[in-house]
Every structure is written in C-alpha cells, then in structure tokens.
C-alpha cells in the first residue's frame, strides 16, 4: 500500500509517499478499513513542523479520514464488511467526560500512526459510521473539525435558537461552527480579514460579519450590531492574539471555547471581564465517539453540507498541506485517495 511518511527531518518537505506491506492479521477486535479521503487540519501542520513537538520520525501525518471497512476480526459485533465509517480522533475516547486516558493516543501524532495511508486498522469502539447523506470526501471533514465545532457549540456551549454566535476566520471548524450554529437557529457574526471570504460566509447563512482588518476592535462592533447584549457563544481560535476581543465582544453570562492559538499562544487577560460578566472559559480539543455520533445524527435529520475548499489527489498530499499553511482556504482541504 502507498502512505505518506515525514523523513529525515521534520517539514514539508520531507514528506515522502513511500510503499509499505498491507495489514495482515487482525486481532479479533479490529476492523480494517480501506481510506478513501482524508482531510487536513492546523493540527497536522503543526505535527509536520513538529511545532510541539510530537515525537520520533519517520512518521505517517493526519487524523481524520472516511473509508470502507473491507475486514473484520473475528469478534467485531459492531461492524460488517461494507460499512462506510471514520476513525475515531481520540481512539480510547468512546463516552463520557474526558479524562486523561481518554487523550492519551491521538492519531497522527507520536501516540498512533496517522490515516495519510491507503489502509487503516482501527478497534472497533474506535470508529463511527457516517451519515449516508455525505460522501467519503465530505465525511472525511467530520472527525476533528466538524467534531470540535460541534462539541464546542452543542456538548458545551448548549447553544439555543436565537444565541448570537461569534466565529473566528473561516477555516475548517469555523466554517462548521457556522452551519452547525445556523442549523440550530442561532444568529451568526463571522469575522475575516477578507471581505470575499466574509461574503462568503453570508452566503452560508451568516447573520453578521465583521473585517477585523478595518475594525481592529471588532469586540466594540459586536456589541453594537447585537444592541449593547453581545455574543452567548464565541468560538476562539485566535488564541493570545483575539482573546481580549472575545472578552470584549461577549454578553454576560458567556460562553466562550478556546479552540485554537493561532494568533498567538499567551496573552495577559481582562480579568475584570470574567468575572464581571460571569463568563465560561473552556477549552475544547475534538470529542467522544459518542459526541461524532450524536453529529451524524444531526448530520442526516438536517443535511449539513460540508464546505470543501480544494481537493487533492493522493500523490499531491504535501501541496495539501502547504495551501493550508498559506491561510487561503475557505472551510476543508480534502485528500483524495481514488485521484
């Protein structure tokens, strides 16, 4: 089978497609799955760069994939050949508050090999079906983006009809924090500094938008387009660089999931603003398999589309992965395994 391997060195650029003997042998409770498209993430760039770092090479990046299950152990109850499903993020991570051991393998990192290979082994508490209404490169979105944005809005925020929900840029999880939060009934302010991007995101449904290029102090802004109360939901990506913004921009008794740190891993706080308002801070990294279920259930009521940026075939993986770095996307970049 082909996969992709980070080499050598640590980058880009090392990224080499090499050749590898299939899985053989299953243990009675794994399934082996064949991968059909894959999706990237900040994440795997940051993994590539070894940013964290994340541990020895060689090593196979990317978490999230769709694919078709073509073998089962001899103990597999929960799945049958045929079956179109998505590894799990967190494999030890099936239901429940998170733990410590919940987290403590992830794929596509030091922990466990990543899915940018034409063939994956996975326990079969650590996979999901995906709804029948997505297509292997959509579905190949869901596992982390999709997840977080869901658990975020949903599992943590209990986001209700009529919140105002303040997103972040237009990347993967905050497109879908804008879908899942105008699904739900929600009122949506976007921010972007592109104003075609913003144009954009009206066009998927958002109430608000705001260039943060033009108006730096776009928390101010979002109290006055919601008449003094602000947003009850803020996805923040941004990190060190927006969080002063978001305390801001939020109404008191907010909730607010840190997600990301894009704009910069540390800043000094409003503490007054926290209390004072009487936020919620928490942090919110992917979820349970529990919690991808209870999205493709509401994936398959309501039609959620996801957005895809670009596609590209399995030999072009690495200019995948540089197109996100670029920040020029638009939603999800899709590998394609059958291109």
Known sequence: MQAWEVQDAWGIDNMRLVTKEAPQALAPDELLIKVHA???????????????PFGALPQIPLSDAAG????????????????????????NWQTGPVRNADRSISLGSASAPGVLQEFVVAKQQAASRFSDTLSYQEAATLPCAGLTAWRALVEEGQVERGDWVLVQGTGGVSIFALLIAKMLGARVIVTSSSDEKLARARSLGAD????????????????????????????????????????????????IAIIGVLGGRSQELLMP?????????FGISVGSRQHFDSLNEAISKEGLKPVIDRVFPLKEAPDAIRHLASGQHFGKIVIDFEQ
């Open 38 to 52: 894959a999706s990237v993430n900040y994440r795997d760039l940051v993994t590539i760069e070894n940013r964290t």
């Open 68 to 91: 078709e299950v073509v073998d089962v152990g001899s103990s597999v109850d929960r799945f049958v050949v045929g079956d179109r499903v998505c590894p799990s993020f967190f494999p």
């Open 273 to 281: 603003a926290i209390f004072g308002k009487n936020l919620k801070l």
């Open 208 to 255: 608000e938008t705001i260039n943060y290029r033009d108006t730096p102090e776009w928390g101010k802004r979002t109290l006055e387009i919601t008449n003094g109360r602000g947003a009850d939901i803020i996805v923040e990506v941004g990190g060190g660089g927006t969080i002063n913004q978001s305390l801001a921009a939020a109404a008191v008794g907010a909730r």
